[in-house]
């Protein structure tokens, strides 16, 4: 791994500002790169204001927080079986436990790219000690040191691997082991691997101005222990770090940044015409707002702009500029980018030029709704420049500072607090809202918090009877939003990266992404979409619906089976579960006009259960075309089929890990899939090879390059033999594969045979759902 410290000093900071408009009131991030292992962080951490308990509740607070920070260190190992959202997920939860248990890890070695169908499908995470010592190939001997390594050929480590179960991906623990060889280091050694010393974004700042002021680092190191109240030596940097840092940021020139930068996009549109960017200038003429975008993406937003989230969180600390994404979702559940802006400052003016320049850019095209974050001056930039497009505060920004709102970490009543507050948040009735969000604030007495006073003002924005009927297309809970946009700047940002560069490093971004949802598309139209009610508006959808829409159709037609139906009076009915003994949703119904209270359709643009109750009861057997939405079809797909070698081999490797996945389940299928495999391959390579449809051959990948399925050989140190599993699960896997092709009649040819076993280590997890 990588130095955090010299690793993350040019990238993004989110912001610490609170919505409440206090000056001394911030906000606190867990997941940032501030540190609170030491035993007095959490009371010294500048919190905004706190639940007023009575002297019985502070003092119980009080000690439930000192034991459950002494019971978070406890974190469980990971197991064979368990199964993370990404990969990073699960390298954060194998760093959390490393770093508790006394040592830290790396990246060891990893399978695929970003060229390959499945991207990265495979890695290999290590203890910091395993392997061995390899001195550097030099001819300048005086250049060697004579250090001794640390590396001792640890056994310990975890192997993840790629698992896609109907379009959606997981990553599987295939091989854990925590046999380590050496001693495990206590906290203040730990604290001190490369691995975990960082310089968190709230320090960063604060050693700026420190260095602006004249003083020296070590004068900035005894500043911030004393700030923070800790002992010399238990910051998460040292003071080479610091001066690292110091040394970097005072390279960057913030006016000729802002010129190289616009003379960048200048560039980019000369070699590409279909580029487009706004900017304005100060009066002094050095650059104070800039969007831009991509073909790629003002298509997509012709298409899926109906809902857009517009993220402002992070900012470019060392430029002192706040960056603004947009991103969608389009019909196959995938996240998309509409385009990137850099800010002057968070005042309205700025967020209302930006909100100007993207629609402007987006052909004058206005969403109908847009989420944001909780911020009073983007409402306000919102309401003067979008004023017929819904806003909304999107949940996950609320929820995220709460915590710096009303409790210490880990407090019980903190985490009955939060519970409360999402409960009270998805009541659909305005009438019992206000009710239940009286007793809540009156339980928790927080009828003087000014915060819980600026939700209650703005609950218009955020509640869900206020929200009902607004188009979101599934952006509420369909992504984790705050996952997607750390992980889209993720490596986009280094201590090296100039203002010039970033262009071009968000349209790299921008293509791994829309990489992984070609991707993702082309395995869910591979997915077997079976039909589970025998019901002819099932089938009529399935055969319209992209498989993500029409599983949440799916969904909705299963339920709608367990309500009943009341004709209350002509062309109306009431739709109530089978188990409840009142209440219920009532259904307009006029020829093929249907409106449920619910407004389930209105939100998600997927009819409700009770609309497709009262279908059922009268007998359609098609779904009307007006509850087809465009959004949801096949057909707008954002990635059409294509003649050229790039499409057809992504498509064949899609194509072949089904296979794989679905032909590997028993013994009959193996046998059925290989003899016809085999015969395939046969005839495939009797047809003529000459290509006379053209296109998108040109310069191919190391993956793209090879005509078969077999791997070339794996370049750099060979692999380890193996590691110590706790489990069998990938063995049994491999050696069951074996014995069926061993038992095989018709059995192929022995290049085959080799594609087969390479195609199965390359998508070879089997669906553990």
């Known amino acids: 791994m990588t130095r955090a410290s010299s690793r993350n000093i040019g990238s993004l900071t989110q912001r610490r500002k609170c919505p409440c408009g206090e000056e001394n009131c911030y906000l606190r991030f867990d997941g940032n790169e501030e540190e609170n292992n030491q035993s007095n962080s959490i009371s010294n951490t500048p919190t905004t204001s706190s639940v007023p308990l009575n002297p019985d509740q502070l003092q119980a607070a ?31 939860h194998y760093t959390r436990f490393a770093k508790v248990n006394g040592f ?31 001195p550097r190939k030099t001819g300048d001997q005086k250049r060697q040191r004579n250090k001794k390594s640390n590396r001792c050929k640890c056994e310990a480590g975890m192997i993840i691997k790629k698992n896609i179960s109907k379009g959606i991906s997981r990553w599987i623990v295939v091989q854990f082991s925590n046999e380590h060889n050496h001693e ?77 930068l616009l003379n960048a996009c200048k560039e980019m549109k000369e070699r590409h015409s279909d580029f487009k960017f706004e900017f304005s200038v100060n009066s002094d003429g050095t650059l104070e707002n800039i969007f831009w975008t991509y073909p790629d993406c003002v298509r997509a937003y012709a298409i899926f702009g109906d809902a857009v989230v517009f993220d ?8 002192d500029r706040p960056v603004g994404v947009w991103f969608g979702m389009d019909n196959y559940g995938n996240a998309i980018c509409f385009g990137c802006s850099l800010l002057q400052d968070e005042k309205p003016s700025s967020y209302q030029w930006a909100l100007q320049s993207f629609v402007c850019l987006m052909d004058g095209k206005y969403p109908q709704t847009l989420l944001t974050d909780l911020d009073m001056s983007l409402k306000e930039a919102v309401m003067n420049k979008l004023p017929n497009t819904k806003h909304a505060f999107a949940p996950w920004y609320i929820t995220s500072k709460i915590q710096s709102w009303f409790s210490p970490s880990f407090s019980p009543l903190f985490q009955k607090l939060v519970s409360e507050f999402n409960r009270v948040r998805n009541l659909s009735c305005l009438e019992e809202f206000s009710d239940q969000w009286s007793k809540m604030v009156s339980e928790f007495r927080l009828a003087s918090d000014r915060h819980v006073n600026l939700l209650a003002y703005n609950r218009e924005n955020w509640t869900l009877p206020f929200l009902r ?4 297309g599934c952006l509420i809970g369909g992504i984790d939003f705050p996952a997607l946009v750390k992980g889209f700047f993720k490596g986009l940002l280094n201590s090296q990266t100039r203002l010039r560069d970033f262009v071009e490093q968000v349209r790299v971004a921008i293509e791994l992404q829309n990489q992984a949802g070609e991707e993702s598309t082309m395995r869910q139209n591979y997915q077997n979409m079976s039909t589970r009610t025998c019901m002819p508006m099932e089938e009529h959808a399935a055969s319209i619906l992209t498989p993500y829409a029409f599983n ?16 209350t009076h002509k062309e109306a009915y009431l739709v109530r579960h089978r188990l409840q003994p009142a209440g219920g949703q009532v259904v307009m119904c006029v020829g093929s006009d249907l409106q449920c209270s619910c407004k389930e359709f209105e939100s998600s643009g997927i009819l409700c259960r009770h609309a497709l109750r009262v279908l059922s009861l009268k007998n359609c057997f098609t779904l009307p075309d007006k509850y087809l939405l465009t959004r949801w079809r096949r057909e707008s797909s954002l990635f059409p089929k294509s003649t050229g070698y790039k499409y057809r081999s992504r ?30 391959l046969s005839h495939v390579r009797e047809m003529p090879t000459l290509d006379d449809t053209g296109s998108d051959a040109g310069p191919l990948s190391s993956v793209e390059e090879m005509v078969d399925v077999t791997l070339p050989k794996p370049r750099g140190r060979p692999k380890k033999d193996k590691l110590v599993s706790t489990s069998t699960i990938a063995t049994e896997e491999s050696e069951a594969l074996e014995e069926n092709m061993a038992s095989t009649h018709d059995l192929p040819g022995p290049e085959t045979h080799q594609a087969l076993w390479d195609t199965h280590d390359l998508f070879g997890t089997q669906d553990l759902a």
């Open 552 to 567: 949440l159709f799916q969904q909705e037609l299963i339920t709608s089976t367990q309500f009943a139906v009341y004709e």
């Open 651 to 680: 498509a064949l490797r899609s194509l072949v890990s089904i296979i794989l996945q679905e032909g590997s389940v028993n013994k009959e299928r193996f046998n059925y899939a290989q003899w016809h495999m085999s015969k395939l």
């Open 62 to 92: 009080q000690v439930t927080t000192s034991f459950d920070s002494t019971v978070s260190t406890e974190i469980r190992p990971p197991y064979v079986g368990q199964a993370f959202q990404t990969a990073e997920e699960a390298q954060e």
């Open 104 to 134: 830290a890890i790396r990246t060891e070695r990893s399978k695929g790219n970003s060229n390959h169908p499945l991207g990265v499908y495979k890695r290999e995470l290590v203890c910091h000690r395993a392997g061995a010592y390899r």
């Open 469 to 472: 009927g607004c188009f979101f």
């Open 184 to 260: 495990m280091l206590d906290s203040d050694e730990v604290r001190q691997l490369p691995a975990y010393r960082n310089i968190s974004s709230m320090d960063r700042e604060r050693a700026l101005v420190l260095s602006k002021a004249g003083c020296t680092v070590n004068l900035i190191m005894r500043s911030l222990e004393m700030e923070k109240g800790l002992r010399p030596g238990q910051l998460t940097f040292t003071e080479r770090d610091l001066r690292n840092f110091l040394q970097v940021s005072k390279s960057i020139n913030i006016e000729n940044e802002g010129t190289e």
């Open 312 to 319: 402002t969180t992070y900012r470019l600390y060392a430029y």
